[in-house]
């Protein structure tokens, strides 16, 4: 069964650094979204990209954030300088476009980002 | 802004037995409710879609019910197993949008 793959499992990396994170949705999909989830607390949205352009964004997706499907295939979310609490699990998800009352997200498996 | 409430926060069962975990939610104009879900260090797997005119929906031995006059919504999970140990999230959208708002889950532990 097509997956949603993501890389890397695990990035650690230093406060100001610039990390991307990789995601490869399923072929045949469409619309592309990342979430995140800090320890503990709910998922939360942070954009959707349909058309090679972003449908939608969160107030927590601000300049730091960009996404860039730079191939047919890869889908990156950019954070450009990290601070502390950019530290979160992030999920990479797809669909495939139908009617939007039943156009089910498929989740990948995260990437956990570690700022120190 | 769309809210989602879910109780209990955990909840611990034995193999074999039923459970029902609830979702009250606030969201306007409504599209639809999902329940989601979702193993430790994973993501999330969807379990059921429902649009605003579906009172039950089932798939395998879950149940999922919606209520969309008081707003809430349950998920029945019959003759539990030790799979089935995860966090049971219910999530909403509204009418136009393609974000998922999500609550904050019900953690089941299923014991031999």
């Known amino acids: 069964e097509p997956e949603v793959t993501q890389t890397p499992s695990h990035q650690v990396t230093q406060m100001g650094q610039e990390v991307i994170l990789r995601c490869v949705p399923i072929?045949?999909?469409?619309?592309f979204y990342w979430y995140r989830q800090i320890l503990g607390q709910k998922v939360e949205f942070l954009v959707s990209f349909y058309n090679n352009e972003i449908s939608e964004k969160s107030e927590i997706f601000d300049d730091q954030f960009s996404v860039e499907r730079p191939d047919g295939s890869n889908f990156t979310l950019k954070i450009r300088s990290t601070k502390l609490e950019d530290s979160a699990m992030y999920f990479c998800a797809s669909s495939e476009a139908r009617r939007q009352s039943t156009d089910t997200q498929y989740f990948g498996p995260g990437t956990r980002l570690t700022v120190l | 802004k769309n809210q989602v409430e879910q109780s209990p926060q955990s909840l611990i069962i034995l193999e074999g037995k039923n459970c029902t975990l609830q979702c009250n939610y606030t969201v306007s104009p409504f599209s639809n409710l999902r329940w989601y879900k979702q193993d430790t260090g994973r993501g999330p797997v969807s379990l059921t879609i429902m649009t605003f005119s579906e009172n039950t929906k089932s798939n395998g031995r879950y149940t999922a019910t919606l209520d969309a006059d008081t707003k809430q919504s349950s998920l029945h999970i019959t003759a539990s197993q030790l799979s089935d140990s995860a966090s049971y999230i219910c999530?909403?959208?509204?009418?136009?949008?393609?974000?998922?708002?999500f609550g904050s889950g019900t953690r089941l532990q299923v014991q031999p």
């Open positions: 999530v909403v959208i509204d009418t136009g949008r393609r974000a998922l708002t």
């Open positions: 072929s045949n999909h469409l619309y």
